[in-house]
């Protein structure tokens, strides 16, 4: 069975760091590109972040550049999200997702499947 798990979300004040970890099972891990998405109440899920599968290359929107980074572990299955200089506006739940065999991260948010629970990232003011 393919499984993505999260952990690593709590409560941070502003301008802390948190780092997110997605275990993933049942798959070939180094085959597939892994994004890191997330929702915040009344708002439309957006993507973060995503690492592709081989070389590693990593993609970020203008929101969270310069202060996350992902990376990959591939001996462990393992994504991890560091990231720093939280805001209020980074409160959300932070999803990660296996993206497209081909597409990989050139994949929209529709191509990435096996969605973990999701853990739950609230910063305070």
């Known amino acids: 069975e393919v499984q993505l798990v999260e952990s690593g979300g709590g409560l941070v004040q502003a301008g802390g760091s948190l780092r997110l970890s997605c275990a993933a099972s049942?798959?070939?891990?180094?085959?597939?590109?892994i994004g890191w998405f997330r929702q915040a109440p009344g708002k439309e899920r957006e993507g973060i972040s995503c690492i592709s599968s081989r070389d590693g290359t990593t993609y970020y929107p203008d929101s969270v550049k310069g202060r996350f980074h992902i990376s990959r572990d591939n001996a462990k299955n393992t994504v991890l999200l560091q990231m720093n200089s939280l805001k209020p506006d980074d409160t959300a739940v932070y999803y990660c997702?296996?993206?497209?065999?081909?597409?990989?991260?050139?994949?929209?948010?529709?191509?990435?499947?096996?969605w973990g629970q999701g853990t739950q990232v609230t910063v305070s003011s």
């Open positions: 049942g798959f070939t891990f180094d085959d597939y590109a």
């Open positions: 997702a296996r993206g497209d065999p081909t597409l990989g991260c050139s994949g929209l948010m529709s191509d990435f499947d096996s």
